[in-house]
């Protein structure tokens, strides 16, 4: 005798192994849809979550590169024991370390992203014809004093101050 086999359409879920039925290994469309609104659902609050961060780690970039400049500017005249300006140029969002009494050269000159501004204080005698505030930086430490303030679109924001008599870098808010 020959054991009759039971044939099963491929179109089905099911089949047949040893006279048990097995089904199939799969999703269903629904477990697929699921799944995709998900995914859909975490792209979509992913996306505006990534640009935020985006812009709060170039305001920090931003405060970092205007403090450390000031301070390479410091080390920089005192080592070489000649002055060193730090130059901000707000309304072209740009900022530089040269040598003192230079010219702002501003296509060498750090340049500060569109969403975040800079407001510069100094010395009014430092201050150059086209609006670029400049702290100086003498060999023995000191410096003209001064602040640059970097502001956000949303009104926070950060000012590093430049000590005068010291020459110290430091943070602190705006409103402050």
Same mark, same amino acid.
Request: net charge positive; glycine share 10%; charged share 20%.
């Given at each position: $005798?020959?054991?009759? +086999?039971?044939?099963? &359409?491929?179109?089905?879920?099911?089949?047949?192994?040893?006279? #048990?039925?097995?089904?199939?290994?799969?999703?269903?469309? @629904?477990?697929?849809?699921? #799944?995709?609104?998900?995914? /859909?659902?975490?792209?979509?609050?992913?996306? &505006?979550?990534? /640009?935020?961060? =985006?812009?709060?780690?170039? =305001?920090?970039?931003?405060? !970092?590169? @205007? #403090? +450390?400049?000031?301070?390479? #500017? !410091? =080390?920089?005249?005192?080592?070489?024991?000649?002055?060193?300006?730090?130059? @901000?140029? &707000?309304? $072209?969002? !740009? =900022?530089?370390?040269?040598?003192?009494?230079?010219?702002?050269?501003?296509?060498?000159?750090?340049? %500060?992203?569109?969403?975040?501004?800079?407001?510069?204080?100094?010395?009014?005698?430092?201050?150059?014809?086209?609006? @670029?505030? %400049?702290?100086?930086?003498? &060999?023995?430490?000191? +410096?003209?004093?001064? +602040?640059?303030?970097?502001?956000?679109?949303?009104?926070?924001?950060?000012?590093? !101050?430049?000590?005068?008599?010291?020459?110290?870098?430091?943070?602190?808010?705006?409103?402050?």
């Amino acid at each position: $005798m020959t054991a009759k +086999s039971r044939r099963v &359409p491929a179109a089905a879920a099911q089949r047949a192994v040893g006279g #048990a039925v097995v089904r199939s290994a799969g999703f269903t469309l @629904v477990e697929l849809m699921v #799944a995709l609104a998900v995914a /859909a659902l975490m792209a979509g609050l992913a996306v &505006p979550m990534a /640009a935020k961060a =985006y812009v709060t780690m170039q =305001y920090r970039d931003a405060v !970092r590169g @205007v #403090a +450390s400049a000031a301070t390479a #500017a !410091r =080390y920089q005249a005192v080592n070489t024991g000649e002055a060193r300006d730090l130059l @901000v140029a &707000p309304d $072209m969002r !740009r =900022y530089g370390v040269q040598i003192a009494g230079t010219a702002f050269e501003a296509d060498v000159a750090t340049l %500060v992203p569109e969403a975040l501004s800079l407001e510069v204080e100094v010395a009014r005698q430092l201050v150059e014809e086209r609006g @670029v505030g %400049v702290i100086r930086f003498y &060999p023995d430490g000191s +410096s003209t004093g001064g +602040s640059v303030t970097i502001m956000r679109e949303n009104g926070d924001g950060q000012r590093i !101050r430049v000590d005068w008599l010291l020459g110290r870098v430091t943070h602190e808010s705006p409103q402050s």
